[in-house]
């Protein structure tokens, strides 16, 4: 709790930008929902992505994602999603709201958005074993995953082109979400209540 503290002193004047950031299965979601709940505004890094299948009049499937994402990467670098997610952040700031980043992945993005917006941007990342967010993964109600696929999938965002590791290993606070639900956003809202 101190941690927070420290940082909030610094923060309190400006309009803030939170990326939430953490492997599948931490708890991103829940997070991201509990700062809007908090007043900040959500920006999505995939609603970009998504965007993009709309203006092609593709259907989301995964090998449509897969070259969408690739096409989208060649032309502008890994940092893509970042580049064309800046002028909603921008806006929401120059109105002096409060945004938190769901969906911030590659090291790019991350760069990009520190280049950017300096101290004014901020990273937390959610932190759970593997075991725990697999068991969890394997039983939530939406897009489910075995154990097996969550370990690849784990694999497949740490190494590039995805390079999920470093936002994670560069963040500003990190909350172990490792018990009950209630005690995770226990956690949460003493840290979005520090901040305001």
Do not use: H
Not at 8 to 18: E, F, G, K, P, T
Not at 62 to 90: D, Q, S, T
Not at 106 to 119: A, C, L, P, Q
């Amino acid at each position: 709790m101190r941690e927070y503290k420290k940082y909030a002193i610094l923060w309190r004047m400006q309009s803030r930008i939170i990326a939430v950031v953490g492997l599948t299965g931490s708890g991103k979601t829940e997070t991201t929902e509990a700062f809007v709940a908090a007043g900040f505004f959500r920006v999505g890094f995939n609603d970009v992505f998504y965007e993009e299948f709309g203006k092609r009049n593709l259907e989301v499937t995964e090998p449509n994602e897969r070259i969408v994402r690739e096409e989208m990467r060649k032309e502008l670098g890994n940092g893509v999603m970042a580049l064309k997610a800046l002028p909603k952040v921008e806006a929401l700031i120059g109105e002096g709201k409060n945004v938190v980043i769901e969906s911030l992945y590659s090291w790019s993005e991350y760069k990009v958005m520190k280049e950017r917006f300096g101290d004014q941007f901020r990273v937390l990342a959610i932190y759970a074993p593997p075991t725990l967010r697999y068991r969890r993964l394997s039983a939530r109600a939406i897009r489910p995953l075995i154990p097996e696929m969550a370990s690849s999938r784990d694999y497949a965002e740490i190494e590039a082109p995805v390079e999920k590791a470093g936002p994670i290993a560069m963040a500003d606070w990190t909350i172990q979400n490792l018990g009950s639900r209630e005690d995770f956003l226990k956690e949460i809202k003493i840290l979005t209540n520090t901040l305001f």
